[in-house]
């Protein structure tokens, strides 16, 4: 019966096998050292989100609180004109400085019988009357 392997082929067979089973060992335990890298960077990742998400709901709340106590404080006031505005036009369909003051003065809530005196005038046609009333 002839030998197999000898002395020599023995050794080296045995060297390559250390070789390739700590190659494999070595790549199996980097695998897990860049795995653990991730998942430390992933929890990291999980505090900061959870950080920027509380601090984004706490100034929604306010922003929320803020622009409720802005809407309850507005008051909106429906107003008719009761004249036609008058004065000459360009082609460009801008208003002339008659026009603009009229326009200026009903933008401000103003009307004509209360532009000099800088009080409200009792509108026959505003907010507070029926409509078809003040024609």
Excluded: H
């Excluded at 890298?37 to 989100?49: F, G, P």
């Excluded at 959870?50 to 601090?55: F, P, Q």
């Excluded at 208003?95 to 009792?122: C, F």
């Amino acid at each position: 019966m002839p030998k197999f392997l000898t002395t020599s082929q023995w050794f080296w067979t045995g060297i390559v096998i250390v070789a390739v089973s700590s190659f494999g060992a070595g790549w199996t335990v980097q695998g897990w050292k860049r795995d653990a890298k991730e998942l430390a960077l992933m929890k990291e990742l999980d505090k900061a989100i959870d950080v920027a998400v509380t601090r984004q709901t706490k100034i929604d709340r306010l922003s929320a609180e803020t622009s409720q106590d802005k809407e309850a404080k507005v008051r909106i006031v429906y107003r008719k004109f009761l004249g036609e505005v008058k004065g000459a036009t360009t082609n460009t369909g801008c208003l002339n400085t008659t026009g603009g003051s009229v326009w200026n003065r009903a933008l401000q809530g103003r009307s004509d019988r209360e532009a000099d005196s800088g009080t409200p005038a009792k509108d026959p046609g505003g907010a507070d009357s029926a409509p078809g009333e003040g024609r």
